[in-house]
């Protein structure tokens, strides 16, 4: 039995049986990571110091009985979310030598549930991608395959979970920066409903589609780190005022419920026969389990992809604005005037596709461009919420892949950006809606794993979760920890 | 100029052609008939959520200043922000 291949669950029996000590499992990790991280590269930074400390609280409440089930578990962390005084730079540059006065609400409260953080995550540039490839650093492998990508944005996290470097992980989830990774490494991974998790010590990259969501080895363990981080936070005044039920049920199994296939995200362009094969399969086994199948339509999922990429970029160049070289991070000094210090601060500070991803949010949202594509575009989310409020009338959730490929060469899809942004076809749709989805390994093709996505109406995640789990159980799927 | 990202000779050329194909794909928004339609700005139905007017423990100006590339007697400090004339 190797410690860093278990799940939340498990580990949290035997550092309460004593089998070993929270400090014990925190060098067992490092270990590992010493061990496979130089081919992986899930890390960013390690918290060595951090994590010991918490490791040694950890072993104390576990000593005089008042352990919860994430007490001494290691955990990693994206970096986009604020750790006081741990240097986070969304995996740009232009944030090189941030250190955060503070921290924010979702890790906060893993903290205070007895968490182990073991370091910081690599991901695309201020979350901006779909392979980890855009980060400001160096791209992160997949476990499975070193000449892959991991997915994205939050392939580092993603990839420490696959690769039994650390037991849970935290990423952020855009228009399918959690899911997608998920499927891509073979691990558990959701997104909440939009307003579920407080955004308080996220570096915002699109404020009306950000959520954050943890990465998991089992559908329980996903449940609990939610449950853990879920919320009302004064300090964001979209996070939600709601009853903490996102595991109600959760072993209640799918006989009865009706699970919606749209055919649209069937038929989806480029989808691969091996991740059809393996979905399919996955639809019988829940069909076996007692659900029943219901073909669904979302018309307007030839539009979503168009409209996300308007307003996700809308967004971004409103919220990047911040980084001009005055308050924190990157700084070009010897600018002759302030102009001069924004411009060639931002010139050396953002790479490419933050670049290409402003340049669009201005453009459309200029004047005499704003009606034309902003407007238009946050009418057509109307008509993408519609269509899941009209598919849900006829079932309680909605199932299909994660994404229509698994994890593909890195550098294929770099040269042409519109390729990037189809991987999050299945995914997007979901943010635009602000709905939950979870993306749980569904089996391989080509040796690399496959995800199936459910959704769920907004604050289902109960729902949702209760798909997951009884899939996981039907089929007996253990999630596995590649490069054994 | 309005995004302040300090495009280079060369620049151009290369984001023009790939937001040119970005833009292309976006256009079939315009096929849509959105007449009736109201937008969504976002997703939940909370509004104006406003909460008490409570002073309360905020960051220290040392602490605020901490990240400062250049700070000042408790300042930022940027370059002139005026032409000499």
Not at chain 1, 121 to 129: K, L, P, Q, S
Request: a negative charge; glycine letters at 10%.
């Amino acid at each position: 039995m190797d410690p860093t291949k278990l799940t939340i669950g498990e580990l949290g029996q035997l550092l309460r049986d004593r089998e070993f000590s929270a400090q014990e499992l925190v060098l067992l990790h490092f270990d590992r990571i010493e061990e496979v991280d130089g081919e992986v590269r899930a890390y960013l930074r390690l918290t060595q110091e951090l994590a010991y400390e918490q490791a040694r609280i950890a072993d104390l409440a576990i000593k005089t009985g008042e352990a919860g089930p994430l007490t001494g578990i290691p955990m990693a962390v994206k970096d986009v979310l604020c750790v006081k005084g741990v240097e986070t730079t969304a995996g740009s540059q232009i944030l090189r030598g941030f250190k955060p006065p503070y921290t924010g609400t979702a890790v906060q409260r893993l903290f205070d549930a007895g968490a182990v953080m073991l370091g910081v995550t690599n991901c695309d540039e201020f979350a901006m991608g779909s392979s980890t490839e855009n980060s400001g650093y160096f791209p992160t492998h997949n476990p499975w395959n070193f000449d892959r990508v991991p997915g994205g944005s939050s392939g580092g996290s993603a990839a420490a979970v696959a690769a039994g470097a650390a037991t849970f992980g935290l990423g952020t989830d855009t228009g399918g920066s959690i899911r997608q990774p998920a499927a891509l490494c073979g691990v558990v991974g959701m997104k909440p409903t939009y307003g579920r998790v407080s955004r308080y010590g996220l570096i915002a990259f699109a404020s009306s589609l950000d959520q954050i969501g943890p990465f998991t080895r089992s559908v329980e363990d996903c449940a609990l780190v939610l449950e853990t981080m879920t919320g009302h936070d004064p300090l964001d005044a979209t996070s939600a005022n709601r009853p903490n039920d996102v595991r109600r049920d959760l072993a209640a199994g799918v006989e009865g419920m009706r699970l919606g296939l749209p055919k649209e995200y069937f038929d989806v362009a480029g989808m691969e026969t091996g991740v059809k094969v393996a979905v399919d399969h996955a639809l019988r086994v829940l069909e076996s389990a007692g659900a029943k199948l219901v073909e669904v339509s979302l018309p307007h999922t030839d539009y979503g992809l168009a409209a996300y990429y308007i307003i996700a970029p809308a967004e971004c160049s409103s919220n990047l604005a911040r980084f001009d070289g005055v308050k924190f991070g990157m700084s070009e000094q010897d600018a002759q005037n302030i102009t001069d210090l924004y411009t060639r601060t931002r010139r050396k500070g953002f790479g490419t596709e933050v670049r290409r991803r402003v340049m669009l949010g201005t453009y459309a949202l200029s004047s005499g461009y704003y009606d034309a594509y902003y407007v238009k575009a946050q009418k057509v989310r109307t008509l993408i919420k519609r269509d899941f409020d009209e598919a849900f009338a006829k079932c309680d959730a909605i199932v299909s892949a994660t994404s229509p490929t698994v994890a593909f060469p890195i550098g294929s899809k770099t040269q042409d950006p519109l390729s990037m942004y189809l991987c999050d076809v299945l995914t997007l749709g979901g943010n635009l809606a602000g709905l939950p989805g979870v993306s749980i390994p569904c089996g391989m093709s080509e040796g690399l794993p496959v995800g199936l996505q459910v959704l769920a109406p907004q604050w289902r995640e109960d729902i949702a979760l209760r798909v997951a789990r009884a899939y996981e159980v039907a089929s007996d799927m253990r999630v596995e920890v590649a490069l054994v | 100029m309005l995004a302040r990202i300090g495009l280079e000779p060369g620049d151009e050329e290369f984001y023009a052609d790939q937001l040119s194909g970005i833009l292309d794909h976006i256009d079939r928004l315009q096929q849509l008939n959105t007449d009736h339609i109201a937008p969504t700005a976002q997703v939940v139905e909370v509004t104006n959520t406003l909460r008490e007017d409570v002073p309360r423990p905020c960051l220290s100006q040392e602490e605020a200043l901490a990240n400062a590339p250049a700070a000042v007697d408790g300042f930022f400090r940027v370059p002139s922000i005026q032409e000499e004339t």
